[in-house]
């Protein structure tokens, strides 16, 4: 009897201290500290990435993400240049490109995010096919959605452009070829949704349509698709260029990519931030 109890408090000692071990090893294929990132962004983006650094795909990444709100665009890329932040999230290509041009800095792209598609709405009509000759179109007083807007409409086939164009700061000036005579009316453009009923169309950013109560996958009687004409609208993760190829940072966009990620757009956004994962470099390099 003695033996059968010695043996079995041996056996229950075995089992604990193997037990033990594997805690010991699971723990160690564990990692055993996370890499912070600073990640500067504002507005919805800011939102996405919040749910993206509350995430468990961040802890098993061994990442932790800090997200800091900034209000505005030079002031993000700004933070970027002077390492308050590691990497932004809020722009497109263009808009870094510009940035770029006018401040002499050299923040780079290291991955593609979405793109929001431009849309053209009515309250009037109900395809492209029923505009009518003469229509009055709303269309942004800024350089880059006037240009995009006028793209917009060229891939409509409602006019045609200059072969020159330049998708960035070309204007109405460029229209070679007008056969509806279409009136365009310069607005600001986060009054898209309000003048609908004034106008006859309106080519509006999908930021402020979607604010407005309008999603353009739904309600656009014709929209942005990702191809050689709207490649500078597609946002993207930047960084300096120093760190273009820090692979911790490009851990970055293989959480962005992910399916909960996405659901969380199509719940929230009503999935009109439309995922785009494209060869980054070979985007930025082509129009250098």
Known sequence: ???????????????????????????????????KIVLGSVDSDADIWRFIAESDLTKKAGLTIEVKEINGGPQLNNATVEEQVDVNAFQSLGYLRSFNQDSNQKLVPIATTYMEPMGLYSDKYKSVGDIKDGAVVAIADNPANTARGLRLMETAGLIKLAKDFDNGTGTSSDIVENPKQLEFKMIDDTTGPRVLQDVDLALISNTIAFEGGLNVLKDALFKEEIDENTQQSINVLVTKEDRQQDQTLKKLAELYHNQAVKDYIQEHFGGTKVDVQEDVGKLWEADQ
């Open 1 to 35: 009897m003695k033996k059968w109890i010695g043996f079995s408090l041996l056996a229950a000692l075995f089992l604990v201290t193997a037990c033990n071990s594997q805690n010991k090893q699971e723990a160690s294929e564990e990692p055993d500290k996370t890499t």
